[in-house]
T-cell receptor
């Protein structure tokens, strides 16, 4: 079964509103989580690296004030898309790094969240 | 439950051919993806199969058999830079991605 879970799977919001997507590691603690955006049949675009207890590290070109990331616990990171616009409509995927010795730093991916801004 | 299986690790020789298999059991099917991921980098899209058969793209080919719940990624003329993890992911009936654990491919000279 899934070890990283995203919620919601699907969300529709009105232009100008904010929407929050959660990423949870179910069976392990994750000090580091990653947020990606995926366009159809394209590579995952890394948006930011979320570090538990500290500020996220954003990739060049990603607006940190628009895509707010909070990693308040070792099992939960949230991505909030603020003042959403139709061009923010996309498939958002998170991943989490399992740093336990047995896992060998394995990264697990979430199921993804479809955001449609109308 | 939903499940994606692929080998944990494979080793191959530079210049050779390697086939990475992926079997899946999911609730519905809306396509199968293969990604390449180098350590510390985001996954790179390699292929997308939704119909049975072989899709060829340069040195990489991907095959799908929906009736068998089976896919493989074929890499030809292996180069050292092909050393990476290869991820198989299936999009289920809810358009959610179900991920395999990835296959670490080690290329030896």
């Amino acid at each position: 079964g899934a070890v990283v879970s995203q919620h919601p799977s699907w969300v529709i919001c009105k232009s100008g509103t904010s929407v929050k997507i959660e990423c949870r590691s179910l069976d392990f603690q994750a000090t580091t989580m990653f947020w990606y955006r995926q366009f159809p049949k394209q590579s995952l675009m890394l948006m930011a690296t979320s570090n538990e207890g500290s500020k996220a590290t954003y990739e060049q070109g990603v607006e940190k004030d628009k895509f707010l990331i909070n990693h308040a616990s070792l099992t939960l990171s949230t991505l909030t898309v603020t003042s959403a616009h139709p061009e923010d409509s996309s498939f958002y995927i998170c991943s989490a790094r399992d740093i336990t010795a047995d896992s060998g730093n394995t990264i697990y991916f979430g199921e993804g969240s479809w955001l449609t801004v109308v | 439950g939903q499940n994606i299986d692929q080998p944990t690790e494979m080793t191959a020789t530079e210049g050779a051919i390697v086939q990475i298999n992926c079997t899946y059991q999911t609730s519905g099917f809306n396509g199968l993806f293969w990604y390449q991921q180098h350590a510390g980098e985001a996954p790179t899209f390699l292929s997308y199969n939704v119909l049975d058969g072989l899709e060829e793209k340069g040195r990489f080919s991907s095959f799908l058999s929906r009736s068998k719940g089976y896919s493989y990624l074929l890499l030809k003329e292996l180069q050292m830079k092909d050393s990476a993890s290869y991820l198989c992911a299936v999009m289920d009936s809810n358009y959610q991605l179900i991920w395999g654990a990835g296959t670490k491919l080690i290329i030896k000279p």
